[in-house]
């Protein structure tokens, strides 16, 4: 059974600039939760989806939005990117009808903003 | 907001010698879940711990649920290098139930 997949997995952008990460769950699960991870803030929860629908969701700007499509699959979009936003971006998906169950996590998306 | 604090932030140990890590939270937990995540890797799911109290063991490692269950810990006997890496507890919270992680305790074992 594939794990979480995320891509990209390394990108640099440029201050101002958008940024898009993909994420794919492990077929059959319908919940996906994104974190934010940097040495100073350690993980830090932006937002859940459940059947496309955003359930949950972090203080962080409006500036940090999410969508999930009807196979799952989720996105997260950073626009105007701060170079406070470089960190490792992580999603998750865990198992239908499981609230606050384990949590599997892809490999990240590390972003660096020059 | 509910906070969760883990100390050590770091630990350095010679290896063989134990290592533990405590998780306390502001508010209570209905469970408890533990994850590692080795240099340069995504956090993974070590266990979940759900009873007050609660005492779970992996091996070398004992995981344990306080009586009040707001407080967690994660102790590793006899490390090995392949400890390496940072120990994070994580809860639910809020009004949403959403997982809050602890601030992590980062394990360095020297051969």
């Known amino acids: 059974k594939a794990g979480v997949t995320q891509t990209p997995r390394y990108l640099i952008k440029t201050r101002g600039q958008q940024v898009t990460l993909s994420c794919s769950p492990i077929?059959?699960?319908?919940?996906v939760s994104w974190y934010q991870q940097t040495p100073g803030q350690g993980l830090q929860f932006l937002f859940e989806y459940f059947s496309e629908t955003q359930r949950n969701k972090g203080n962080f700007p409006g500036r940090f939005s999410g969508r999930q499509f009807s196979n799952s699959r989720s996105e997260m979009n950073v626009s105007t990117l701060e170079l406070g936003d470089s960190a490792l971006y992580l999603c998750a998906s865990s198992r239908p009808g499981v609230n606050t169950g384990e949590l599997f996590f892809g490999e990240g998306s590390r972003l660096t903003v020059l | 907001g509910q906070q969760v604090m883990q100390i050590p932030q770091y630990q350095h140990v010679q290896e063989g010698e134990d290592f533990t890590t405590y998780c306390n939270s502001s508010t209570t937990l209905s469970n408890i879940q533990w994850y590692k995540q080795r240099p340069g890797g995504h956090p993974v799911f070590l266990i979940q711990l759900v009873k007050s109290g609660e005492v779970k063991k992996q091996k070398r490692l004992t995981f344990q649920f306080g009586e009040a269950k707001k407080n967690s810990s994660l102790h590793i006997t006899a490390t090995q290098t392949t400890d390496v890496g940072t120990y994070f507890c994580?809860?639910?919270?809020?009004?949403?139930?959403?997982?809050?992680f602890g601030t992590g305790t980062l394990l360095a074992v020297q051969p």
């Open positions: 077929s059959g699960h319908r919940s």
């Open positions: 994580a809860g639910p919270g809020g009004a949403t139930n959403k997982l809050i």
